[in-house]
């Protein structure tokens, strides 16, 4: 079955292959296990991220500049870990380019995401979800989850294209016009991150910052929790075939600064469009949808 056939369809939209797998991996393996249509939408290829270990360090944007290929590979394995068949690059693969933290050299390149015109690059994704009619949308906040200028630019394409698409006017070839329902960030309570922080600074030499964390809020603004137990093993195995950008030791992980932080089997939600179908928290991101 396609991801457009299922009765409940989930769009991601990120900005480089492995946000996926550490912000929603027990969510992505969930829905697909449920028979719900998943459909990823990431926006770069990761070209300018670094490399763990030395055996692909040369692959690194100031060597080979062969990164980016090389992490479509590991994207598509840790999609085949999630059960989540519908994966696509944002007007395809390699056309926008990773675009460093804010400030950087790398984001005056004109084909970085960054420098991306918002409604060109809304349009592709406005193409998928026409096809696709999902109900939910999740990506991040208006800052991006923690000011990275790719996923700032995430949050403001998939926006726009959220607006675009439910409009009849805007190029009907694309497809009958779609309204998505409901609308989710990424989150991360601050008490929860605090806490495994603490239980990675036992354990490893060095954590993370919790500035360096994306979508960490006060714990009363997440609406919307899952319950990832069942998928934990799933997403750990995810975010391992991300295997140049993460390190995976039980239930914490590391980027390839090598500070520490929590693999969340959880994962939180705070819907900003369209109603919560329960009581706070939520434990569906389709509460209150009928399925059609
Ligand atoms: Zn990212």
């Not at 391992?240 to 992980?253: E, K, L, M």
């Amino acid at each position: 079955m396609t991801a457009a056939a299922a009765a409940r369809r989930l769009l991601l939209v990120h900005a480089h292959p492995d946000d996926e797998s550490i912000g929603n991996g027990a969510t992505m393996a969930r829905y697909a296990a449920e028979g719900a249509g998943v459909t990823l939408v990431t926006c770069t290829l990761g070209e300018g991220g670094e490399v763990i270990g030395p055996e692909l360090a040369h692959l690194t944007a100031d060597r080979q500049d062969a990164l980016g290929e090389h992490r479509i590979g590991e994207l598509r394995a840790a999609m085949r870990e999630l059960g989540v068949g519908d994966v696509r690059f944002l007007g395809g693969p390699g056309r926008y380019r990773d675009s460093g933290m804010m400030g950087v050299a790398e984001n005056d390149r004109p084909d970085c995401f960054w420098r991306a015109d918002v409604d060109e690059a809304a349009g592709h994704l406005v193409a998928v979800v026409r096809e696709v009619r999902p109900q939910v949308l999740v990506t991040y906040d208006e800052n991006g989850g923690y000011g990275h200028p790719d996923h700032i630019q995430a949050h403001r394409v998939a926006l726009r294209a959220l607006e675009l698409a439910a409009d009849p006017r805007y190029r009907p070839e694309l497809g009958p016009a779609w309204r998505i329902v409901k609308v989710y960030w990424n989150r991360v309570p601050r008490t929860v991150l605090a806490a495994g922080l603490a239980a990675a600074a036992e354990r490893h030499p060095a954590v993370a910052a919790p500035e360096d964390v994306p979508g960490v809020v006060p714990d009363e603004l997440v609406t919307t929790v899952l319950d990832g137990a069942r998928h934990a093993e799933r997403k750990a195995a995810a975010m391992r075939a991300h295997a140049t950008q993460i390190t995976v030791d039980g239930s914490f992980f590391a980027l390839s600064n090598e500070r520490w932080q929590p693999l969340l089997a959880d994962e939180y939600y705070q819907l900003v469009h369209g109603e919560c179908g329960t009581g706070r928290p939520e434990t569906d991101l389709f509460a209150g949808i009928e399925d059609r």
